[in-house]
């Protein structure tokens, strides 16, 4: 593993939500097996936003200018792409599939609230931690939804 790049649809914000801590946990262990980290997103900084990780550059990247994400990922070359939620994949998939097709997409699913929800509901009903984890949420689940 040479290069990971992280898609984010905003800048972290550690000091104001979970999320953003995760982030800035997800890629401090990213960091630890990959030589270059790579932190990318379209989104506008806020006075919240965190834009400096130790050992993690940064970049910009914008969702309808095709031609600078092309020459970021040739540029930089990553053997895997971590995409932070379904839309990212949406948005930047299928560039990264096309001009790196080798990178291993993976997309993290820490905002799945729909699933944690439904194996959240068997733990309470009196399921054990295998029912759990075969529980997955039914396709007419608000939560489900509205992530969808």
């Known amino acids: 593993l040479s ?7 905003l ?4 000091n104001s939500s979970a999320g953003g801590v995760r982030t800035c946990q997800l890629l401090k262990s990213f960091s630890k097996i990959s030589p270059r980290v790579v932190y990318a997103s379209s989104a506008k900084q806020t006075p919240m936003s965190v834009t400096s990780f130790n050992g993690v550059e940064t970049t910009t990247c914008h969702i309808n200018r095709h031609d600078h994400f092309k020459e970021l990922l040739e540029g930089i070359k990553p053997d895997v792409v971590v995409f932070d939620r379904f ?3 949406e948005q930047f998939g299928w560039q ?3 001009v790196t097709p080798e990178a291993l997409r993976v997309v993290e699913t820490q905002d799945f609230h729909s699933l944690r929800k439904t194996r959240e509901e068997v733990i309470k009903n009196g399921g054990d931690i295998e029912q759990s984890l075969k529980a997955v949420p039914s396709s007419e ?3 489900l939804q509205r992530e969808l």
């Open 96 to 98: 990264v599939h096309r």
């Open 3 to 9: 290069c990971l790049l992280y898609i984010g649809t």
């Open 87 to 89: 839309i990212t994949e």
């Open 141 to 143: 689940d608000p939560y």
């Open 11 to 14: 800048w972290p914000e550690p």
